[in-house]
C-alpha cells in the first residue's frame, strides 16, 4: 500500500488533557507496502496506519484507555482498515519490544504480543535487558519459545524494523503515536471521543467522494 496525503494534510497535536490543536506539514508519497500488520477490512472507508515505538509511554496510554473502544467499534464491525507499524524512535527498550513484536510475527502472534507489550509496557521499559521478552512472554503467548529465541537474539526482523524506521523518517514523525486517518496525520495518546470524532469524520469525507 501507498500512504499519499494530497495537499496539505491537517495535523492534530494533542496537548494538556486531551485538547486536540490543528497544526498543518507538507505532504509525502511513501510505500509502506509489506511494511507493518494490518487488522479489519482491506474495504473499509477508512484506513488508519499507526507509527509507534513499543517503549513509548503515550502509546500504551492510548492502547489501554482508546484501542479497546476504537477496536470494537469501528475494527470488528468492518468500518476502518488499521495497520500497525512498529519503528524506532529512541524510547527505552523500543528496539527490543519491536524485536519480540516481529518475531511473534514470524508465528502469526503480531497482535498478541503488541497487545502484551502495550498493557506490560511499564514492566519491560524498566530493566536494561528486558529478560522477560525472550523468557516469560513467549510462553504466556503459546509460542515455540526455541525458535522465539532464535529469531530475537539473531534479530531475524531487523530488516523490517529498519525499513520501518526509514518510512516514518521520510514521512517526518515528530511523535507517538502517530496516526495517518486516510492521510490526514493525528499526533498523540487521543481519547476515545476524540479518535471516534476524527474516524466518523474520516467516513463522511469518504462518502463525499472526499
Not at 60 to 77: D, K
Not at 130 to 153: I, M, S
Not at 172 to 194: C, D, K, M
Request: one cysteine or more; charged letters at 25%.
Amino acid at each position: 500500500m501507498r500512504l499519499i496525503p494530497s495537499g496539505v494534510v491537517r495535523v492534530l497535536a494533542v496537548l494538556g488533557l486531551g485538547v486536540a490543536v490543528p497544526v498543518f506539514s507538507a505532504a509525502q508519497d511513501v510505500d509502506l507496502e509489506g511494511i507493518g500488520y494490518a487488522l479489519g477490512s482491506p474495504d473499509a472507508a477508512v484506513t488508519v496506519v499507526e507509527l509507534g515505538d513499543f517503549g513509548c509511554w503515550a502509546c500504551s496510554l492510548f492502547h489501554e484507555h482508546t484501542w479497546p473502544a476504537i477496536h470494537a467499534e469501528f475494527i470488528e464491525t468492518g468500518r476502518v482498515h488499521w495497520r500497525h507499524v512498529p519503528f524506532l524512535f529512541g524510547m527505552r527498550n523500543g528496539d527490543d519490544g519491536a524485536n519480540a513484536a516481529e518475531c511473534a510475527a514470524d508465528q502469526g502472534k503480531y497482535w498478541e504480543m503488541h497487545d502484551l507489550l502495550y498493557t506490560r509496557h511499564e514492566e519491560f521499559t524498566k530493566p536494561r535487558n528486558p529478560k522477560n521478552l525472550v523468557q516469560e512472554y513467549p510462553r504466556e503467548l503459546g509460542l515455540d519459545a526455541d525458535a522465539f529465541k532464535t529469531c530475537y537474539e539473531d534479530e531475524h526482523g531487523k530488516d523490517r524494523t529498519r525499513r520501518a524506521t526509514d518510512a516514518a523518517d521520510e514521512l517526518e514523525v515528530s511523535g507517538t503515536p502517530t496516526f495517518f486517518i486516510n492521510g490526514t496525520r493525528a499526533l498523540g495518546a487521543l481519547t476515545v471521543e476524540v479518535f471516534r470524532a476524527l474516524l466518523e469524520e474520516a467516513e463522511r469525507q469518504a462518502g463525499q467522494g472526499g
